[in-house]
Each structure stands twice: as structure tokens, then as C-alpha cells.
């Protein structure tokens, strides 16, 4: 939901006033999901997952994002006890590109969960379904070279558990490659566990397309809309 390559953040950040609204599907065994719930005993389960998220661009140089994830193939329940995963994130770009400098870029991924203790429970059927699933605390740096009609946009970041709330992306380095040609683009990027590759295709200025494969096997697709 935040703007980034495939998976990974980078340090690239929506306009002042804009708004996205999207959807990326992750395929399994790579969707890691712990619900804190009843449900098979509060495991990690390997299913496929889909996100659904908007985000803002509500300054110049502050991007947030509300994402709301859901597991696919487990229903929704008092009996399962199960409820999809929200989060909110805020990133804040704290240097601007120039022509010799990069633009550098502050993350918080589930920054709720810094407020909320990691063992805080809900009353009622999803009783205990507050989940710490995809916190993040990270630097990202960009910086685009351009040849000819090639754009090549490189980014490198560092994720860790800052707040000690139990990191689940981003642990450590991560980064990639866009290369922009036009109306499309080729990714490869490294997410601090897995290898990804993509190319994202713009057919109107407000829809993009993203066409993936998670660790080179199974295939990823995003799509969304700028307003």
C-alpha cells in the first residue's frame, strides 16, 4: 500500500493531495499470518492473502496508509474467531533528492501497535484478534540515474523492531531495482527474506498494473488507482 516496488518500500512518496486506493494479492507459502485468536491455536498459517489499502498523501512529505488484510480461505466467525488484520502506517521523508543527493524516507509499519500492548484484547466474538502481524520500523533511500529514455531508480533500506512489538516485514536489509521505459516497468528487489521480480504496466495515468513472481516461483499481482 505504501509507495514502494513490489513488496518493499522505497523512498518515493505520493504528491501533496493525492490518493491511492488498491488491492495486491500474496500468494502461499509466503502469506505469514498469527492470529492471537482461538483459531488453530493461534499458529501461522500458510494461505494465500490479499490486501485492500488507501493511501494519502496529506503533506508534501508525509504519506499514510490504512491496509486491511485479509487471509484468504478462513472464514470470518465467532467460531473461528478470526477477523483480518488493519494497520495503519505513516512515512515522513526527511531529505529531498537532488541531483547529488538521494531521497531518504522514514517508515512506521502498524504504528498502532505502538500504543496498543502487544497482549491487548477486544471484547465480544473476536476476542483477542489484536495482531501485531506486520510491524515495521525502517529507513529507505532512492535515488533515480537516468540514460537516454532508461530510468533507473535504485532503493536500499534497513528494517528492524524499534518499539519491540514483534516484527513481522522488513527485518533487516532490503532493497531493489525499477527500471522505467515509458509506459512500463521492470522490478527485481530483495525484502530481507525473499527475491521478487515484476513489471508494472501504467495503461492511463491514474491505474497501474503489476504483474510479479514472490521468490521467482509463485506469481503476484497488484493493481490500483490514483485520484
Do not use: C
Not at 516496488?5 to 486506493?21: K, N, T, W, Y
Not at 502481524?133 to 533511500?141: A, D, E, G, T
Amino acid at each position: 500500500g505504501t509507495s514502494g516496488l513490489i513488496h518493499i518500500p522505497s523512498a518515493r512518496m505520493l504528491e501533496d493531495g493525492q490518493l491511492v486506493i488498491g488491492a495486491a494479492f500474496i500468494p502461499k507459502p509466503y502469506f505469514t499470518y498469527a492470529n492471537r485468536g482461538g483459531y488453530d491455536g493461534g499458529n501461522k498459517r500458510n494461505n494465500p492473502g490479499f490486501n485492500t489499502y488507501i493511501t494519502y498523501g496529506i503533506l508534501p512529505f508525509v504519506e499514510l496508509m490504512f491496509r486491511y488484510t485479509h487471509e484468504l480461505n478462513v472464514p470470518v466467525t465467532p467460531e473461528t474467531e478470526y477477523f483480518p488484520d488493519r494497520m495503519f502506517s505513516a512515512r515522513v521523508r526527511i531529505l529531498n533528492e537532488e541531483k547529488k543527493n538521494p531521497s531518504i524516507v522514514l517508515g512506521f509499519h502498524d504504528f498502532g501497535a505502538i500504543i496498543l500492548p502487544f497482549d491487548q484484547r477486544v471484547s465480544g466474538p473476536f476476542e483477542g484478534s489484536i495482531n501485531n502481524n506486520f510491524s515495521s520500523s525502517y529507513i529507505v533511500v532512492s535515488k533515480l540515474f537516468r540514460k537516454n529514455f532508461l530510468e533507473f531508480d535504485f532503493s536500499v533500506g534497513y528494517g528492524s523492531d524499534l518499539f519491540k512489538i514483534g516484527t513481522s516485514s522488513f527485518n533487516g536489509i532490503f532493497g531493489g531495482l525499477q527500471i522505467n521505459a515509458y509506459d512500463f516497468s521492470l522490478i527485481t528487489e530483495y525484502d530481507s527474506q525473499y527475491f521478487h521480480s515484476g513489471i508494472k504496466w501504467r495503461p492511463l495515468n491514474s491505474i497501474n498494473l503489476m504483474l510479479g513472481f514472490w521468490d521467482f516461483k509463485k506469481p503476484t499481482f497488484s493493481f490500483n488507482y490514483l485520484f
